[in-house]
């Protein structure tokens, strides 16, 4: 599929929000490619949010000041303060990211088996 641009995510979100035949397009190509790998269309979507997600980690890290990691980690500890304490365990927390990356592995291989990434 090669490497996508930043311009080129831009030039067909600005569509989407624009052009609701694009829209329904692009869910149908989501379902059959789903359909295709066996997979569900939500975790298709669920698939690239991560990868996109994943790049702008990556990026970050190789691009944030100690300055702006600074604020960030103080943004966060503030957050947490503030926030509700989570009610699972770790050991259920550590089961829901073992899945969620087993899942991610999964659909990323199905997809460069098609060539699709």
Known sequence: MGRVMASDVRAIELMLKTDEEARRSVSEWIVQLARKIHEKPEDIVWFFEM??????????????TDEELEKWEIEMEEELRNSEPVEQSLETLMEIGEK???????????LKGLGGI
Do not use: D, G, Q
Request: charged share 50%.
């Open 51 to 64: 990868k996109r997600l994943m790049k702008e980690v990556e990026r970050l890290a190789t691009t944030v």
């Open 100 to 110: 969620s990356f087993r899942k991610f592995k999964r659909i990323e291989a199905k």
